[in-house]
């Protein structure tokens, strides 16, 4: 027995829940159990690389609310009209988005080894997250054990960014439920791409967005003018 405990976290595109408010910033931490929640050690501004996998069949996972029964994107993907091949460089680039500014590395990795599972969901709503946690022995902040991401299977995507607010784009979605994933909330206010509701302003993240990033996993270190690795 480890004495885990598994908090389940419920969030999507159209309700936040969750909301503890973290003092200091606009950014808001995903709490669960009273407790900020990141992949790696769970010490605020440390770093973490972290292994990401599409499922390719139909996965059960026990412990999520959300995207219990986690399957493939093939349907969702042929709803929107986007092939398999046009997918990838969409998630790369949204997982950018948070490795290009903070200290997290992202990987595609076997679904055995994979930390953050990503699929479609049959149901109501959007996108869901769903992240399960380990209870910290000490300490305030609790270690992410792993999280899924959902999309509706049912529901359009495009890769366009269009102003047509009825259908999303797949990586603005996917961009905001990785910041779900790797332990950030609904800010509570507008202009992050954390922010809810979905809108089509700004398709990269905010200032707001990089503070909360940067909050739990450091600042992405700067290259070293001159450094060559022997
Ligand atoms: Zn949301």
Redesign the pocket.
């Known amino acids: 027995m480890r004495g885990l405990a598994t908090g389940l976290m419920l969030?999507?595109?159209?309700?936040?829940i969750g909301r503890d408010a973290f003092s200091g910033d606009v950014f808001r931490l995903l709490q669960l159990g009273g407790h900020p929640v990141k992949f790696g050690s769970p010490t605020r501004g440390a770093g973490a690389s972290i292994g990401y996998a599409f499922v390719d069949r139909t996965i059960h996972f026990d412990n999520a609310r959300n995207c219990r029964d986690l399957e493939p994107l093939d349907a969702t993907l042929a709803t929107s009209g986007i092939g398999w091949s046009a997918l990838p460089p969409e998630v790369e680039a949204a997982f950018a988005q948070w490795a290009s500014v903070a200290n997290v590395n992202f990987h595609e990795t076997a679904s055995s080894r994979a930390q953050i599972f990503i699929g479609a969901f049959s149901g109501m709503g959007e996108?869901f997250?769903d992240v399960a946690w380990q209870r910290p022995v000490d300490g305030e902040t609790a270690s992410i054990e792993r999280s899924l991401i959902c999309l509706n299977a049912d529901r359009p995507r495009k890769r366009a960014f269009d102003g047509d607010l009825s259908v999303y784009n797949v990586r603005y979605t996917l961009t905001?439920?990785i910041?779900?994933a790797i332990g950030l909330?609904?800010p509570g206010t507008f202009g992050a791409l954390?922010?809810?509701?979905?809108n089509e302003r700004f398709r990269t993240l905010r200032d707001d967005d990089i503070k909360g990033v940067v909050a739990m996993y450091g600042a992405r270190p700067l290259p070293v003018a001159g450094l060559s690795v022997q």
């Open positions: 969030a999507m595109l159209v309700m936040p996108a997250a905001h439920d910041g779900y909330d609904h954390m922010s809810f509701p979905y």
